[in-house]
């Protein structure tokens, strides 16, 4: 495993996107800060100092819920180093509940031919955000300082484990951790840019996140969730 750790760039994905015919598998790209750091459908990733911010070239890997894996992963690191039960937003993301919910860490996992990008943003010590931005940090929240480098082990232990126990057993495992601690489960939402609405009910064996509308059940591979407005009270 090659470790590349910078104090700043712009975006440790995209070093890796042109990068990618000379890194090795397992490559692993840590920044300190990201200038121009991103999560999916090109949302911002605020990515100042005190945060851990990596992405891992996984070269020949073709797993259709990698997401959710890694997001298990990261629950498990989370849960395991603060002893506390953070919530996973379909598909992608780790929230804690303050006076609502608000985001600690994001994933974002790109294809590019047949190699896997698995990015990785977490807000591990930050004591400030923008006003703007509804997310807070671990520190913030449980108030304990975490060495990157303990989590970043941590985390590539369980990723490890997670993933060998996934090619083994597949799936299900998983999907009930997600289950168990899914953000907005039971609760009335939106998807696709409010073109769809309904009761959010769990994700399926496929990683597909499953709400009832009308009394039918659809089923959503990829898209955004949220709280349907009105109901926004928590």
Excluded: C
Aim: glycine share 6%; net charge neutral; proline share 2%.
């Amino acid at each position: 495993m090659r470790v590349i750790w910078f104090d700043v760039v712009e975006s440790t994905q995209d070093y890796i996107k042109s990068h990618i015919q000379e890194l090795d598998d397992n490559t692993i790209v840590i920044a300190n800060a990201q200038t121009k750091g991103r999560g999916r459908y090109g949302h911002v990733w605020y990515s100042k100092d005190n945060g851990l911010y990596f992405s891992i070239l996984k070269k020949r890997l073709d797993i259709s819920v990698l997401s959710l894996l890694v997001g298990a992963s990261v629950f498990e690191s989370i849960k395991n180093i603060y002893d506390i039960a953070p919530i996973i937003k379909w598909p992608n993301d780790i929230y804690v509940m303050l006076e609502k919910p608000k985001k600690v860490a994001g994933i974002l996992v790109e294809k590019i031919k047949y190699d896997t990008i698995i990015g990785i943003g977490l807000n591990l010590n930050q004591e400030d955000f923008p006003a703007d931005i509804e997310a807070t940090s671990l520190k913030m929240f449980t108030n304990k300082h975490i060495d990157k480098n303990i989590f970043l082990i941590r985390f590539l232990d369980n990723f490890k484990r997670d993933l060998e126990y996934y090619k083994l057993h597949g799936f299900e495992a998983f999907r009930k951790i997600i289950n168990d601690n899914l953000l907005y489960k039971n609760k009335k939402v939106t998807a696709n840019a409010g073109k769809i609405e309904g009761i959010l009910k769990e994700v399926d064996e496929n990683g597909n996140i499953i709400i009832e509308s009308n009394n039918n059940l659809l089923r959503l591979n990829a898209g955004e969730i949220e709280l349907l407005r009105e109901y926004n009270m928590w």
